[in-house]
């Protein structure tokens, strides 16, 4: 259905839906079969759950993030993504933390066991409003969970079944630093559409791009209209402000090689002052960090409950390095 020209989507294009129609989307997701999950509200914070309708979503709400801090705040406008991501990811739908594989039930009179193997059949979701960082880890989940001779055969049905409807960000958070990591703030791959929200004078409309054939056949059931040369300059608009607004920027090095060069370097001790040492198994706090700085890189300067803040330790290793030989073994 369209409210005029043209018809069809198709991969590649762009085209307008209306702030009014984002129900019609959501809709035409569920109708495809999906579950829909995204951003709501709870608890406080940003997190992914069911999405039934656009009500559901935080509509009028930003955050403000910086090193151990997470607070929502109301917006004066009534945006439905003015945020960045919060303290979830999608990977505990794609991987779950629990999976029950198989069940043994005892055979009659108590003897022997019964092996009774789990419905093989997974559910079928889709992601509403998944960043481009979010993707660029799902990209990397996908490495370690997929290929080879023992794929994650859970994780890999659901993956294969997932629609990503991405939202390119305008709203960086004060932690985020994906513009110097080439990891955002707009979606370049991996995803079936890709919204940015536009919301200026009176008019408020997405523009959509078509990543896939599914995405476009989502579209094709939902009120919209070809993009024009204005519209892709104020969605434009809409990524370089989150650019010019980054909260934070890693240094350009091979960061890998830098912490690995530098495994004895005193910072270590300093931030171990600070770590709670929470969730790696290493025989002290310097040595837990480290392993899991030079071993994750994750972002986890807002949850991070002492705020340490990883692209600051990197800078601090990189203003004072030691000698670039790497460790004889790692401890
Ligand atoms: S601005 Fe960048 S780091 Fe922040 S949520 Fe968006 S894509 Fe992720």
Excluded at 299 to 312: H, N
Aim: with cysteine; hydrophobic share 35%.
């Amino acid at each position: 259905m369209s409210d005029g020209t043209p018809s069809t989507p198709r991969t590649g294009d762009s085209v307008i839906v209306e702030r009014s129609a984002l129900d019609a989307l959501l809709g035409s997701i569920a109708r495809q079969g999906y579950e829909v999950l995204g951003p709501t509200v709870h608890d406080g914070a940003i997190v992914y759950r069911e999405v039934r309708s656009a009500a559901d979503l935080p509509i009028g709400y930003g955050d403000e993030q910086d090193g151990g801090t997470y607070r929502l705040r109301r917006r004066e406008d009534e945006a439905v993504f003015g945020y960045a991501v919060g303290p979830q990811s999608w990977k505990q739908f794609l991987h779950p933390p629990r999976l029950r594989l198989w069940r043994a039930r005892r055979g009659q009179n108590g003897d022997g066991l019964e092996i009774i193997e789990e419905p093989t059949d997974t559910p079928r979701y889709a992601f509403f409003g998944v960043r481009s960082c979010e993707l660029h880890a799902i990209a990397i989940q996908d490495r370690v969970f997929l290929p080879g001779a023992h794929p994650d055969l859970s994780y890999a049905a659901r993956r294969e079944d997932a629609l990503l409807v991405a939202v390119n960000c305008g709203e960086p958070s004060g932690t985020c630093f994906c513009t110097s990591m080439g990891t955002g703030p707009k979606a370049s791959a991996g995803y079936d559409l890709a919204l940015t929200e536009v919301l200026d004078g009176g008019s408020h409309r997405f523009v959509v791009e078509v990543g896939s054939d599914r995405g476009a056949l989502v579209l094709d059931d939902v009120p919209h209209r070809a993009a024009d040369a204005a519209d892709a300059r104020d969605a434009e608009q809409v990524t370089a402000y989150a650019v010019a607004r980054m909260g934070r920027e890693m240094p350009e090095v091979d960061l890998r090689a830098l912490l690995y060069a530098n495994y004895e370097h005193p910072r270590w001790d300093e931030v171990a002052e600070r770590c709670l040492t929470w969730g790696e198994a290493r025989s002290s706090p310097r040595a837990r960090y480290r392993q899991w700085m030079t071993h994750k890189l994750a972002t986890c300067i807002t949850w991070c409950p002492v705020g340490i803040d990883i692209t600051e330790e990197v800078s601090a290793i990189l203003a004072n390095p030691m000698d670039p030989t790497p460790p004889a073994e790692t401890r």
